[in-house]
């Protein structure tokens, strides 16, 4: 099985700042990486898909990089709405998400 | 548009029956997977199976192989997801996915939480 480990597990940050998630593989996945935002009580959204490309509709300040197996998702200047949840999610063999992110107000 | 609605909450006892379920709208149901994912109370996601509408092919995580059925039913646009004996460790919220092309999942339902307890 791939695992995929997140870090940081919590991150506490501010309107404005600039952050960073990163998601490693066990194992080699290329680029076979997807980063979700979910809200409590919600279903996750798709953000950035084969590792860097941009969901139609997601805000251009969310951007993925990384192939192998390390990746990091960046939001360049948070937002309000962007205190949340995320995961990565692998989908090179079968399908495995990241234990999560929260990323919450300082 | 693309939906996925699923059905809504449910209370059961440990050892019933359980049948929830995902109706697809908007696209073509049968050209695209579908995919349910448990999460547990304040934990995070874990991929269950998926199922190909177009020929009813289904797939298992290995944790859950054996555990629940996954089905789809074509002339409804409807996708399952079947307990036959429920343990309170099944109480969790699940969603259902539809799988693009190589493995994201583009559009998801609100969810339907389950919840065991005697």
């Known amino acids: 099985d791939i695992q995929m480990t997140q870090s940081p597990s919590t991150l506490s940050a501010s309107i404005g700042d600039r952050v960073t998630i990163t998601c490693r593989a066990s194992?080699?996945?290329?680029?076979?990486l997807a980063w979700y935002q979910q809200k409590p009580g919600k279903a996750p959204n798709l953000l950035i898909y084969?590792?860097?490309y941009l969901e139609s509709g997601v805000p251009s300040r969310f951007s993925g990089s990384g192939s192998g197996t390390e990746f990091t998702l960046t939001i360049s200047s948070l937002q309000p709405d962007d205190f949340a949840t995320y995961y990565c999610?692998?989908?090179?063999?079968?399908?495995?998400f990241g234990q999560g992110t929260k990323l919450e107000i300082k | 548009e693309v939906q996925l609605v699923q059905s809504g909450a449910e209370v059961k006892k440990p050892g019933e029956s359980l049948k929830i379920s995902c109706k697809a709208s908007?696209?073509?149901?049968?050209?695209?997977?579908i995919y349910w994912v448990r999460q547990k109370p304040g934990k995070g996601l874990e991929w269950m199976g998926i199922?190909?509408?177009?020929?009813?092919?289904?797939r298992y995580s290995p944790s859950f192989q054996g555990q629940v059925t996954i089905s789809a039913d074509r002339s409804n646009s409807t996708a399952y997801l079947q307990w036959n004996n429920l343990k309170a460790s099944d109480t969790a919220m699940y969603f259902c996915?539809?799988?693009?092309?190589?493995?994201?999942?583009?559009?998801w339902g609100q969810g339907t939480l389950v919840s065991v307890s005697s």
């Open positions: 996915a539809r799988q693009r092309t190589t493995g994201v999942f583009d559009y």
């Open positions: 908007g696209y073509s149901f049968t050209s695209y997977w």
């Open positions: 199922v190909y509408p177009g020929d009813s092919d289904s």
């Open positions: 194992q080699s996945i290329s680029s076979w």
């Open positions: 084969d590792a860097s």
């Open positions: 999610q692998q989908y090179h063999t079968l399908y495995t």
